[in-house]
């Protein structure tokens, strides 16, 4: 008779939380750009709502050329290269949205990924290599996001039409 051994190997997923909203949540790291700084009329707006969660709304206008409004969070140069994508809890408004990136504040470009949001909680997961990088509108022919480090992390919507928005954020965490 022959006695088999079964090793067992559980590997356990790295994490890390970039952010967690709560009713306690110092947001003051968060700050709306909006289409205002070319001209435009947009306004969004940023809180933490009554729920704990982080809100952002507004409406995107169209007039004076503007199109577009973002939230923005800036942080310390974080090394991320043990992770592989952003796993984003919110709940939308039917609309789509851009989730940004930047390596750093002084980096021109962003890594961007379009998504679909729709009107209960749902989780967005984010590869890197599929976060494509872009200037002011243009797709650039440099590589993905590598997600070697980061600094900022941004959600904008712009779909080329007037609307009202509004997205309601959980957490963002890095897996």
């Keep these: ?11 356990f ?5 970039l952010f967690q909203f709560s009713s306690e949540s110092n947001v003051n790291n968060w700050k709306i750009l909006d289409d205002v700084v070319m001209g435009g009329r947009s306004n969004g ?6 729920d ?12 004076n ?12 140069t974080t090394d991320t290269s043990e992770y592989s994508k ?7 408004d039917g609309k789509s949205y851009q989730f940004r990136t930047k390596n750093s504040l002084n980096q021109s470009h962003s890594y961007i990924y379009k998504f679909e949001t729709i009107n209960e909680w749902q989780t967005i997961e984010i590869p890197f290599n599929a976060m494509y990088a872009s200037f002011r509108g243009y797709r650039l ?16 919507i712009g779909n080329k039409k007037e609307e009202s928005f509004k997205l309601v954020i959980d957490s963002i965490i890095l897996e």
């Design 13 to 17: 997923q790295q994490t890390m939380t």
């Design 45 to 50: 707006d940023f809180k933490i709502n009554k």
């Design 65 to 76: 050329n503007g199109g577009f409004s973002s939230l923005r969070y800036y942080f310390e």
């Design 52 to 63: 704990g969660h982080g809100e952002y709304s507004g409406n995107v206008s169209l007039d």
């Design 1 to 11: 008779m022959r006695l088999y051994l079964f090793i067992s190997v559980i590997l």
């Design 86 to 92: 952003f796993k984003i809890r919110l709940k939308g």
């Design 141 to 156: 022919d440099i590589p993905n996001f590598k997600g070697d480090k980061m600094e900022e992390i941004a959600f904008l």
